[in-house]
Nanobody
Framework: QVQLVESGGGLVQAGGSLRLSCATS????????MGWFRRAPGKEREFVAAIVWSGALTIYGDSLKGRFTISRENAKNMVYLQMNSLKPEDTAVYYCAANEAGSWSRARNEYDYNYWGQGTQVTVSS
Protein backbone atom coordinates (compact mmCIF):
# COMPACT_ATOMS: atom_id res chain seq x y z
CA GLN A 1 0.00 0.00 0.00
CA VAL A 2 1.35 3.38 -1.02
CA GLN A 3 1.41 6.18 1.51
CA LEU A 4 2.42 9.79 1.07
CA VAL A 5 2.63 11.94 4.18
CA GLU A 6 3.35 15.65 4.00
CA SER A 7 4.74 17.76 6.80
CA GLY A 8 6.35 21.13 7.33
CA GLY A 9 3.49 23.48 6.66
CA GLY A 10 2.63 26.36 8.94
CA LEU A 11 2.25 30.09 9.31
CA VAL A 12 5.04 32.32 8.04
CA GLN A 13 5.42 36.01 7.32
CA ALA A 14 5.81 37.28 3.78
CA GLY A 15 9.42 36.97 2.70
CA GLY A 16 10.00 33.96 4.91
CA SER A 17 10.80 30.36 4.05
CA LEU A 18 9.38 26.92 4.67
CA ARG A 19 10.49 23.45 3.71
CA LEU A 20 7.80 20.89 3.06
CA SER A 21 8.59 17.21 3.31
CA CYS A 22 6.85 14.21 1.79
CA ALA A 23 7.55 10.77 3.19
CA THR A 24 6.79 7.97 0.76
CA SER A 25 6.29 4.31 1.60
CA UNK A 26 4.94 1.17 0.01
CA UNK A 27 5.27 0.24 -3.65
CA UNK A 28 7.55 3.14 -4.59
CA UNK A 29 9.39 1.09 -7.22
CA UNK A 30 6.58 1.90 -9.64
CA UNK A 31 6.98 5.66 -9.25
CA UNK A 32 8.15 7.63 -12.27
CA UNK A 33 8.05 11.08 -10.72
CA MET A 34 6.92 13.01 -7.67
CA GLY A 35 5.07 16.27 -7.70
CA TRP A 36 3.84 19.06 -5.50
CA PHE A 37 0.51 20.74 -6.13
CA ARG A 38 -1.39 23.34 -4.19
CA ARG A 39 -4.96 24.49 -3.82
CA ALA A 40 -5.73 27.99 -2.62
CA PRO A 41 -9.18 28.85 -1.22
CA GLY A 42 -11.70 29.16 -4.01
CA LYS A 43 -9.22 28.12 -6.69
CA GLU A 44 -8.42 24.99 -8.65
CA ARG A 45 -5.51 22.79 -7.79
CA GLU A 46 -2.31 24.18 -9.27
CA PHE A 47 0.91 22.50 -10.31
CA VAL A 48 3.90 23.60 -8.26
CA ALA A 49 6.85 21.38 -9.11
CA ALA A 50 7.83 17.86 -10.12
CA ILE A 51 10.95 15.75 -10.01
CA VAL A 52 11.65 12.52 -11.79
CA TRP A 53 12.18 9.67 -9.35
CA SER A 54 15.93 9.53 -10.04
CA GLY A 55 16.17 13.23 -9.26
CA ALA A 56 17.75 14.01 -12.62
CA LEU A 57 14.98 16.27 -13.94
CA THR A 58 12.84 18.94 -12.36
CA ILE A 59 10.11 21.23 -13.58
CA TYR A 60 8.27 24.13 -11.97
CA GLY A 61 5.02 25.95 -12.21
CA ASP A 62 4.95 29.31 -13.93
CA SER A 63 6.65 32.03 -11.88
CA LEU A 64 7.71 29.65 -9.11
CA LYS A 65 11.14 28.68 -10.36
CA GLY A 66 13.73 30.70 -8.52
CA ARG A 67 11.69 30.80 -5.32
CA PHE A 68 10.78 27.11 -4.97
CA THR A 69 13.09 24.12 -5.21
CA ILE A 70 12.05 20.49 -5.35
CA SER A 71 14.50 17.77 -4.34
CA ARG A 72 14.70 14.08 -3.52
CA GLU A 73 16.54 12.08 -0.91
CA ASN A 74 16.60 8.60 -2.38
CA ALA A 75 17.94 6.75 0.64
CA LYS A 76 15.03 7.95 2.75
CA ASN A 77 12.34 7.95 0.05
CA MET A 78 11.72 11.60 0.80
CA VAL A 79 10.71 14.50 -1.41
CA TYR A 80 11.14 18.11 -0.36
CA LEU A 81 9.86 21.48 -1.45
CA GLN A 82 11.97 24.40 -0.31
CA MET A 83 9.96 27.60 -0.53
CA ASN A 84 11.71 30.94 -0.21
CA SER A 85 10.56 34.56 -0.48
CA LEU A 86 7.04 33.46 0.30
CA LYS A 87 4.14 35.71 -0.66
CA PRO A 88 0.58 35.87 0.66
CA GLU A 89 -0.61 34.43 -2.65
CA ASP A 90 1.37 31.26 -1.87
CA THR A 91 -1.17 30.52 0.85
CA ALA A 92 -2.71 27.14 0.05
CA VAL A 93 -2.92 23.51 1.00
CA TYR A 94 0.12 21.80 -0.51
CA TYR A 95 -0.13 18.22 -1.71
CA CYS A 96 2.53 15.68 -2.51
CA ALA A 97 1.71 13.23 -5.30
CA ALA A 98 3.25 10.22 -7.01
CA ASN A 99 3.19 9.63 -10.75
CA GLU A 100 3.35 6.17 -12.31
CA ALA A 101 2.41 7.31 -15.81
CA GLY A 102 5.95 7.67 -17.11
CA SER A 103 5.49 10.74 -19.29
CA TRP A 104 7.71 13.66 -18.33
CA SER A 105 6.00 15.89 -20.89
CA ARG A 106 2.82 15.51 -18.84
CA ALA A 107 4.45 15.99 -15.44
CA ARG A 108 2.35 19.13 -14.83
CA ASN A 109 -0.88 17.20 -15.34
CA GLU A 110 -2.50 16.29 -12.03
CA TYR A 111 -4.48 13.48 -13.70
CA ASP A 112 -1.23 11.59 -14.32
CA TYR A 113 -0.64 11.32 -10.57
CA ASN A 114 -1.87 8.12 -8.99
CA TYR A 115 -1.34 8.70 -5.29
CA TRP A 116 -1.85 11.77 -3.12
CA GLY A 117 -1.03 12.82 0.39
CA GLN A 118 -3.50 14.45 2.74
CA GLY A 119 -2.02 17.90 2.29
CA THR A 120 -0.33 20.41 4.55
CA GLN A 121 -1.50 23.98 5.09
CA VAL A 122 0.82 26.85 4.28
CA THR A 123 -0.31 30.31 5.34
CA VAL A 124 1.71 33.39 4.46
CA SER A 125 0.78 36.56 6.30
CA SER A 126 1.37 40.01 4.88
Amino acid sequence: QVQLVESGGGLVQAGGSLRLSCATSGRTASFFAMGWFRRAPGKEREFVAAIVWSGALTIYGDSLKGRFTISRENAKNMVYLQMNSLKPEDTAVYYCAANEAGSWSRARNEYDYNYWGQGTQVTVSS
